[in-house]
């Protein structure tokens, strides 16, 4: 069975490619959490702890997928979201707005071009239908799919 996060192996390439994930969190604690836990499930990941650096990472790595906060230091995240998807470099790339604001929203992140909405939780790094882990794995398919 074709493992998703291993797309874009070449036949003659010993190891597959791993799909990058850019984490934008400003809480260090969330961010090295997130970080460990999305590295442990076989995700190559990059994280920025504000803004401006999401931005400049975004350009630099063109990921798989942006777990992107809403508020942050320096831009926030809708401010983020609207620069990425206004940049020809970065525009095609999904991004999963991270927030603890409950989903009133969520309309607003997908009319600036946001992928999907996930709302933080204590239960967020755990495993099951509701954690990020299921949110990421249905939106990479998702991606993967339409292309």
């Known amino acids: 069975m074709l493992d998703w996060r291993t797309l874009g192996r070449q036949p003659w390439e010993g190891k597959a490619a791993v799909m990058k994930i850019l984490l934008v969190e400003d809480s260090r604690f969330l961010r090295l959490a997130t970080e460990r836990a999305l590295t442990t499930a076989g995700y190559e990941v990059i994280s920025a702890g504000d803004g401006d650096q999401a931005l400049r990472l975004a350009r630099e790595h063109v990921p798989a997928l942006i777990l992107l906060d809403v ?27 991270l ?13 600036d071009g946001a992928s999907s909405f996930f709302e933080k939780s ?26």
Do not use: Y
């Open 71 to 97: 508020m942050l230091p320096k831009m926030s995240g809708p401010d983020v979201l609207k620069a990425l998807k206004q940049d020809p470099a970065t525009a095609a790339i999904p991004v999963m707005m």
């Open 122 to 147: 204590d239960a967020m790094l755990g495993k099951g239908p509701d954690s990020l882990f299921a949110a990421v794995d249905r939106m990479l398919k998702k991606c993967n799919s339409s292309q």
């Open 99 to 111: 927030t603890s604001l409950s989903q009133k929203n969520a309309k607003q992140f997908e009319k």
